[in-house]
Each structure stands twice: as structure tokens, then as C-alpha cells.
């Protein structure tokens, strides 16, 4: 069982940074992969960055490659979500979840997921 707790959303103008935090709980979360997704109004959640269990390797959406980095550290049992260069697009609820494969894109591959944290990117 992983228990996750994102934090660090906020609102924030265009062209700033945000750096979100996942929290987890359990033992076991050094043997999962992690992902952050989003999900803004009357849209489908979608898919951001990916990074393996060791942290070694990343995978991230066409549309944020260069802008946003995942990290880990697993003696903190912490994932984050380095986002610079924010645009109002960006605006949605951002979500951390845990999955047993890599690179794992779609949500129905991931196991445990946390409640959200509210981005907001003003113009």
C-alpha cells in the first residue's frame, strides 16, 4: 500500500516556476515507478512525466519536455515536479501516482494516486 500527498500548487503568473512535491507512505515505494499527471476542467487527465524507480530514467510529454523535470529521492519517499516557463495552458490539477511498470503513460497503469494539488498560471 502507497499513501500519496502531492503539495506546492499555487497561482502564478506566466513564465514563472513551481516546484510540486509528492509525499509518500509505505516501504515499498523505491520499487515504484512515478508519474504526475493533470487534469484541467471538462478535460481528460493527462499524462506529464514518468521517472523509474531508481530515478535513472525519465519520460515526459511532448508538451513539456525541456520546461518541466521529474526527480526523486527516495530516502525521502518524495517525488517532484520541477515546472518552469509556466503558461495558462498548464492550469489544471496536478496529480502523482505510482506504477508498478516503466515508462507507463495512461492511467490505468498506475496503482495508487494522491489527491491533486491546484496549478493555476495566469496571463
Known amino acids: 500500500q502507497v499513501q500519496l500527498v502531492e503539495s506546492g500548487g499555487g497561482l502564478v503568473q506566466a513564465g514563472s516556476s513551481l516546484r510540486l512535491s509528492c509525499a509518500a507512505s509505505?516501504?515499498?515505494?523505491?520499487?515504484?515507478?512515478m508519474g504526475w499527471f493533470r487534469q484541467a476542467p471538462g478535460k481528460e487527465r493527462e499524462f506529464v512525466a514518468t521517472?523509474?524507480?531508481?530515478?535513472?530514467?525519465?519520460y515526459y510529454a511532448d508538451s513539456v519536455k525541456g520546461r518541466f523535470t521529474i526527480s526523486r529521492d527516495n530516502a525521502k519517499n518524495t517525488v517532484y515536479l520541477q515546472m518552469n516557463s509556466l503558461k495558462p495552458e498548464n492550469t489544471a490539477v496536478y496529480y502523482c501516482?505510482?506504477?508498478?511498470?516503466?515508462?507507463?503513460?495512461?492511467?490505468?497503469?498506475?496503482?495508487?494516486w494522491g489527491q491533486g494539488t491546484q496549478v493555476t498560471v495566469s496571463s
Open positions: 521517472i523509474t524507480w531508481s530515478g535513472a530514467n525519465t
Open positions: 509505505g516501504r515499498t515505494f523505491s520499487s515504484y515507478a
Open positions: 501516482a505510482a506504477a508498478r511498470t516503466y515508462p507507463s503513460i495512461r492511467p490505468f497503469q498506475y496503482e495508487y
